[in-house]
């Protein structure tokens, strides 16, 4: 008889393991119906997520990741919900939008008491612990970083990042390259084999990892932020070199306001060789397998300590990296490369070799945890959970394809994008609004037939950009949030420039921006003195109506 749909997933491992079961009434019997799965959620930064099915899963070795593909279920549409660290893992761990937890930047995030799914697991009998690169509450933001975020509205143009490069150790035998990665692996395997192999409750385990996240580059001079793309010939040899491709790149008098300003400000308007571009892709495709080989550390201890079984194992990442596609490094978009990030689930109760179409983000995780673990669902959450589309549980899938939305959502208020962004995702469409909904043209990309996002149709189909922004406007007031954000940056810039007092020209003219700034200095701060004069909100007064020029 098949089993109810929406039976809770650690039912259902019971229920799918009656038939090696010990016999109805006995000690182990018993046992075994208090059971719950345990629980590895695994998160890397940067990993872009088309890497995890085909075509781009021919650049490099990701065995590991294939793993997963053929024991459980890839998401092939799987959206970071603010392609930037600190905003996106407060999506992650509140499982709500990032314009709910006000996670405006890098630096702003989830309340340090915030109550997120761990702890609700926790509460709910789970064992947990995490290790490595959590960051949802503050990300690791310098000063210029913020400062950078805070008047990104200011009508000026000025370097902030180190222009890309790459940094190859010649080692064949060099594993191990991010150490602080590693280090964290070896503390999640430590704690398997010494508190989780022997604990009487179901545990919950995360690690997160910081590659493929690009490498800090030196204090001073061109290279400067966290622009180098570094890895050794072991993992460099991963690489299919001849299979990597070189982006297609629109003039830079032809580029949206908003990427220019980007590619600008990433360093990345300057001349590139094809070689160099390659370069720097091949790194990080080299990057991405030594992630790759951590994951599979963790899947591998599981299965040595005979956990696997009865484990769900989750990974995914904060964003992705854009790898000189659109002429840009880091992420701070809404092209692919940016924010479509890897999902995948394997384990108890979940599909094997399953791939889920449907759009995802991740907001879902919250859900989906406590899904797993048989706890309720709180209503006043943005996601939902993903053991619908994915556990054998859920078999009637399209009863709950009613409740889940057809559409994602993703957003961006930070540096490097010189105006709040907001992508909405729904079948072949996705359709990018900015600030106040006027001041900045919308983008329009049919992904269906344009996957590399080369061609804004939005003037072209107006009819289908007026709806798309219809259903945005339903689901966030987009204008009021970039007010609320443009506010927020005046405020704070104000408490920091106060706060240097009389040091506030030199400290100024010494952040990351200081090769162009110290040029002309003066020009510069009376920039800023402008932009603190002007309307406190880019939707009042008319204030934008045209796209700022910059000096």
């Known amino acids: 008889m098949p089993l109810p749909a929406m039976l809770p997933l650690w039912v259902w491992v019971v229920a799918a393991s009656a038939l090696a079961a010990p016999a109805p009434g006995t000690q182990e019997q018993k046992l075994l119906v208090t059971q719950r799965p345990n629980v590895v959620l695994v998160a890397s930064d940067s990993f872009d997520g088309r890497l995890t099915f085909q075509p781009g899963s021919r650049v490099v070795e990701l065995p590991s990741i294939d793993l997963m593909k053929a024991h459980g279920a890839t998401f092939l549409n799987a959206y970071a919900n603010s392609p930037i660290c600190c905003p996106s893992r407060a999506a992650m761990w509140s ?60 009508a000026f143009l000025l370097r902030q990042e180190g222009r890309p490069v790459v940094n190859l150790i010649p080692d064949k035998n ?23 192999v022997n604990s009487t409750k179901p545990f919950v385990l995360y690690l997160g990892l910081n590659l493929p996240h690009p490498y800090p580059s ?41 990427d220019y300003y980007s590619s600008y400000t990433k360093n990345c308007t300057g001349k590139f060789t094809r070689k160099e571009i390659k370069n720097i892709r091949a790194f990080y495709y080299a990057m991405c397998a030594e992630t790759d080989a951590m994951l599979g550390e963790i899947i591998l201890a599981l ?152 061609t804004n149709i939005a003037t072209e189909f107006s009819e289908i950009t007026y709806s798309l922004d219809q259903k945005l406007r339903s689901i966030i007031n987009y204008p009021k949030v970039s007010a609320s954000v443009h506010q927020y940056n005046k405020e704070q810039f104000i408490m920091w420039k106060q706060s240097t007092g009389q040091n506030y020209s030199t400290v100024i003219a010494h952040l990351r921006w200081h090769q162009d700034w110290q040029k002309e200095p003066g020009k510069y701060e009376d920039a800023i003195h402008q932009w603190l004069a002007a309307h406190s909100s880019p939707a009042a007064a008319g204030y934008n109506k045209t796209f700022p020029g910059y000096i």
Request: aromatic share 12%.
């Open 95 to 154: 499982g709500l939008f990032t314009h709910l937890t006000e996670s405006w930047n890098n630096f702003k995030g989830l309340d340090p008491n915030y109550t997120t799914w761990m702890d609700v697991m926790e509460k709910h009998g789970y064992q947990t612990q995490k290790f490595g690169k959590v960051d949802y509450t503050s990300g690791h933001h310098s000063i210029s970083n913020r400062v950078e975020a805070w008047t990104r509205d200011v």
């Open 218 to 258: 030196p204090s001073s001079g061109e290279n400067f932020g966290s622009s180098t793309f570094q890895t050794s010939l072991y993992w460099l040899e991963k690489v299919a070199y001849d299979a990597i491709k070189i982006p297609e790149w629109s003039p830079l008098s032809e580029m949206h306001p908003v």
């Open 303 to 454: 299965r040595k300590l005979d956990l696997l079984q009865k484990t769900i194992v989750i990974y995914t990442s904060d964003h992705g990296e854009m790898a000189m596609e659109h002429r840009q490094f880091y992420k701070m978009s809404m092209y692919e490369a940016s924010v479509h990030v890897p999902l995948l689930i394997m384990g108890p109760g979940i599909k094997t070799n399953l791939q889920v179409p449907n759009v995802v983000s991740l907001v879902d995780i919250y859900p989906t945890m406590l899904d797993i673990a048989g706890i309720a669902l709180p209503q006043t959450l943005s996601g939902y959970s993903l053991l619908a589309l994915s556990s054998e549980a859920s078999a009637h899938e399209q009863t709950f394809k009613i409740h889940r939305p057809p559409w994602i959502l993703s957003e961006f208020h930070g540096c490097n994008a010189n105006a709040s962004t907001y992508m909405l995702r729904t079948g072949q469409w996705k359709y990018i609004a900015y600030s106040d909904g006027a001041s900045v043209p919308p983008q329009l990309f049919d992904l269906s037939s344009d996957p590399d996002e080369l």
């Open 174 to 196: 060099r594993r191990r390259v991010m150490a602080g990665d590693w280090q964290n692996t070896d503390r999640a395997i430590a704690w398997l084999r010494q508190e989780a």
